[in-house]
């Protein structure tokens, strides 16, 4: 059984930051890809970023020069490093484990945790 729990959600004003983190159980933590996904009231869940078991990246074109995922494999944590955010960043928030390397596809995550709230005022 695999167990996640994201931290780090919070109220910002626009253009500051966060960082939130997501720590994993039950599972051989290092050898997986892990995802970011976001879901805001009355909008579809979607793909924020994914980092790969090596530490590559991939990130949706909302948030690219913004958002920034790396990973401790020691702590088995993933963090997603948020910058100048935008009221259109706010959303709950939620790490998944990757099936494989379809990482903007939602269908391919098997694993998720309960999310965490972002709100960015204006």
């Known amino acids: 059984q695999v167990q996640l729990v994201e931290s780090g959600g919070g109220l910002v004003q626009a253009g500051g930051s966060l960082r939130l983190s997501c720590v994993a159980s039950?599972?051989?933590?290092?050898?997986?890809?892990m995802g970011w996904f976001r879901q805001a009231p009355g909008k579809e869940r979607e793909f924020v970023g994914a980092?790969?078991?090596?530490?590559?990246?991939y990130y949706a074109d909302s948030v690219k020069g913004r958002f920034t995922i790396s990973r401790d494999n020691a702590k088995n944590t993933v963090y997603l490093q948020m910058n100048n955010l935008k009221p259109e960043d706010t959303a709950v928030y939620s790490c998944a484990v990757s099936k494989g390397p379809s990482y903007y596809d939602l269908g391919n995550y098997d694993y998720w945790g309960q999310g965490t709230q972002v709100t960015v005022s204006s």
């Open positions: 980092i790969s078991w090596s530490g590559i990246t």
């Open positions: 039950g599972r051989t933590f290092s050898s997986s890809a």
